[in-house]
């Protein structure tokens, strides 16, 4: 069984800061990738970073430069500066272990970015 819990999200205003975190646990070896992905309502789920396990990262482009993702073991964060109203969204972390073509999932956590 395995699970990814995640936790840091929020209300915060325009131009603040969130760090969220995603910790895997259970039978989980060899991860391959981590990331964090995105949907706002109405709109279908978006990538937001990815880490390897090398360390090598990916970035959308819109959020490359306010973003950053790093990871600790099997904890993986994202540390969201200068958010803007278009970045609320529920927020959930991925990981793709080797082995198994379907990645796990966590179970979201919101991320509103109001005054």
């Known amino acids: 069984q395995v699970q990814l819990v995640e936790s840091g999200g929020g209300l915060v205003q325009p131009g603040g800061s969130l760090r969220l975190s995603c910790a895997a646990s259970g039978s989980i070896f060899n991860i391959n990738v981590m990331g964090w992905y995105r949907q706002a309502p109405g709109q279908p789920r978006e990538l937001v970073a990815t880490i390897t396990s090398g360390g090598s990262t990916t970035y959308a482009d819109s959020m490359k430069s306010r973003f950053t993702i790093s990871k600790e073991k099997n904890t993986v964060y994202l540390q969201m500066n200068s958010l803007k109203p278009e970045d609320t969204a529920v927020y959930y972390c991925?990981?793709?272990?080797?082995?198994?073509?379907?990645?796990?999932w966590g179970q979201g956590t919101q991320v509103t970015v109001s005054s």
């Open positions: 991925n990981i793709r272990v080797t082995g198994r073509p379907i990645p796990y």
